[in-house]
């Protein structure tokens, strides 16, 4: 396969593609910081929850 011909054939499959609005970029943008968020926070808790419980265990 010749470069030209795989060029022209990249192109095609780029007219293709279906890129999102920006309201689709934005609402899954602060889906991502929210789903983040509670994980750190789980997190968060978990790791104070856990070295309490070491704590009193080791004195």
Same mark, same amino acid.
């Given at each position: !396969?010749?470069? *030209?011909?795989?060029?022209?054939?990249?192109?095609?499959?780029? +007219?293709?593609? =279906?890129?999102? /609005?920006? *309201? +689709?970029?934005? +609402? %899954?943008?602060?889906?991502? =910081?929210?789903?983040?968020?509670? =994980? %750190? %926070?789980?997190?968060?808790?978990?790791?104070?929850? !856990?070295?309490?419980? !070491? /704590?009193? =265990?080791? *004195?």
């Amino acid at each position: !396969m010749n470069l *030209g011909k795989h060029i022209n054939s990249a192109r095609a499959e780029l +007219q293709k593609v =279906i890129f999102p /609005t920006s *309201g +689709q970029v934005k +609402q %899954a943008y602060i889906s991502v =910081i929210i789903v983040v968020s509670a =994980i %750190a %926070a789980f997190l968060a808790l978990v790791d104070l929850i !856990m070295s309490s419980v !070491m /704590t009193s =265990i080791l *004195g």
